[in-house]
């Protein structure tokens, strides 16, 4: 409403470039749709329950993984690297919360057309996830651990939360243990958590279960409401459309850019709240300003 104000009817000299309330209510803004998003994304879960990708290396014990977690031998485990082929799907609950625990190929360069075609799916399945968990063979040497996980990191899509598993941790002798953990932390202090976990031991997977209940498990408290994925989806564009309006205003001072940005978001909003017309902006308008008076 100000800014189109501004821009409809410059005579009543409504200088929003100058003033810097429509930056400060701009960023305001952004900060409220931020947590807004983030309750709908809770209130996803809450609906759909948490989609949970596992994607490593060839051989780093994924379906082994996923097999554990599940309580049955839902994947086909052997040392032949390359043996899942397709994406496997699983339900697990953990108390009040259930999630679909994803096997996918494993990650490599590879001529095998059917393997490339499983590779595809497991990069295809990542974009979907709420939460990848990435696992690091821990029994590899500690120097290969860091490059690892940067491979894996790079096949992740940025907006997807991560959780880094060093797996087979049967293997690694108990000397060794805090070296391995240190390689990992290293290699992306910023972005990830480290679990050491064995499928063929047990060790750690009780504490995975309650990362993974706490990670989907936020949604139970209070003030999550539920959400569509269609609703999350209109909340990421308007706040890629308040971005760029911010954007737009702070570097270029284009106030016509930045109407346009919020029309956008308003139409995307409008999928969830209904239709804003213009009939709506100019009685808002008329409503707080004096036009013409």
Same mark, same amino acid.
């Given at each position: 409403t100000y800014v189109e104000a501004a821009i409809?009817?410059?005579?009543e000299e409504i200088d929003f470039l100058a003033d810097g309330e429509v930056l400060r209510m701009l960023r305001a803004l952004r900060a409220d749709l931020d947590a807004l998003l983030a309750e709908a994304r809770r209130g996803?879960?809450?609906?759909?329950?948490?989609?949970? !990708?596992?994607?490593?290396?060839?051989? =780093?014990?994924?379906?082994?993984?996923?097999?554990?977690?599940?309580? %049955?031998? /839902? $994947?086909?485990?052997?040392?032949?690297?390359?043996?899942?082929?397709?994406?496997?799907?699983a339900a697990v609950q953990l108390g009040?919360?259930?999630?679909?625990? !994803?096997?996918?190929?494993?990650?490599? =360069?590879?001529?095998?057309?059917?393997?490339?075609?499983?590779?595809? %799916?497991? /990069? $295809?399945?990542?974009?979907?996830?709420?939460?990848a968990l990435l696992l690091v063979?821990?029994?590899?040497?500690?120097?290969?651990l860091a490059s690892d996980l940067a491979a894996l990191d790079a096949e992740c899509p940025g907006e997807v939360e991560r959780l880094v598993l060093a797996s087979k941790w049967d293997?690694?002798?108990?000397?060794?243990?805090?070296?391995?953990?240190?390689?990992?932390?290293?290699a992306d202090p910023d972005h990830h958590a480290v679990l050491p976990v064995s499928a063929a031991s047990g060790a750690?997977?009780?504490?995975?279960?309650?990362?993974?209940?706490?990670r989907a498990g936020a949604i139970e408290g209070g003030g999550s409401f539920s959400a569509r994925a269609r609703h999350v989806a209109a909340l990421v564009?308007?706040?890629?459309?308040?971005?760029?309006g911010e954007r737009q205003l702070v570097e270029s001072r284009a106030g016509e850019l930045l109407a346009e940005e919020?029309?956008?978001?308003?139409?995307?909003?409008?999928?969830?709240?209904?239709?804003?017309?213009?009939?709506?902006?100019?009685?808002?308008i008329f409503a707080s300003f004096c036009i013409g008076k």
């Open positions: 409809d009817f410059p005579e996803q879960r809450l609906r759909d329950g948490l989609h949970v !990708v596992i994607v490593g290396r060839p051989n =780093a014990g994924k379906s082994s993984l996923l097999n554990a977690l599940a309580g %049955r031998e /839902r $994947a086909i485990v052997t040392a032949i690297p390359g043996t899942t082929r397709d994406v496997l799907e009040a919360v259930e999630l679909t625990l !994803v096997d996918t190929a494993g990650l490599r =360069a590879t001529d095998d057309p059917i393997e490339t075609e499983g590779i595809r %799916r497991a /990069r $295809a399945e990542l974009t979907r996830a709420d939460l063979d821990a029994s590899r040497a500690p120097e290969d293997l690694v002798p108990p000397a060794e243990h805090m070296t391995r953990l240190a390689a990992l932390r290293v750690g997977l009780d504490a995975l279960r309650e990362t993974l209940a706490d564009r308007v706040a890629a459309h308040l971005a760029e919020l029309r956008e978001a308003q139409q995307d909003l409008g999928e969830i709240t209904g239709t804003y017309t213009t009939d709506d902006l100019l009685g808002a």
